[in-house]
């Protein structure tokens, strides 16, 4: 099991940029892929990025494609979560989370049934 902590949330305007944080314990970090994932009010929990044990391959959302980037430090235990051009539509609750599975070096899993650990998660708000 391991233990996710998010940071770096908050409220930005249209165009700004934020970077997310989140830092893992208990678990050997580095053999498992790592995704962020948001739910809006209202709405299922979505996809946004994810990124293999290695960095060797990404994965994201199509909407955040271009905007967005993920990132993982093994030697700090933590994942980052680069966001550009933010939009009104990116406003939500963002959770990073662990894989279940180590998988391989290009492994990005996308269903949230991938992942067995998860952050309380932080609130990104974009204002128009």
């Known amino acids: 099991q391991v233990q996710l902590v998010e940071s770096g949330g908050g409220l930005v305007q249209a165009g700004g940029s934020l970077r997310l944080s989140c830092a893992a314990s208990?678990?050997?970090?580095?053999?498992?892929?790592m995704g962020w994932f948001r739910q809006a009010p209202g709405k299922v929990r979505d996809f946004v990025a994810a990124i293999s044990r290695n960095s060797g391959s990404t994965d994201y959302l199509d909407s955040v494609q271009g905007r967005f980037i993920i990132s993982r430090d093994n030697a700090k235990n933590t994942v980052y979560l680069q966001m550009n051009s933010l939009k009104p539509e990116d406003t939500a609750v963002y959770y990073c989370a662990a894989g279940s599975i180590q998988g391989g070096n290009y492994y990005t899993p996308r269903a949230a049934n991938e992942y067995g650990d998860w952050g309380q998660g932080t609130q990104v708000t974009v204002s128009s």
């Open positions: 208990g678990r050997t970090f580095s053999r498992y892929p």
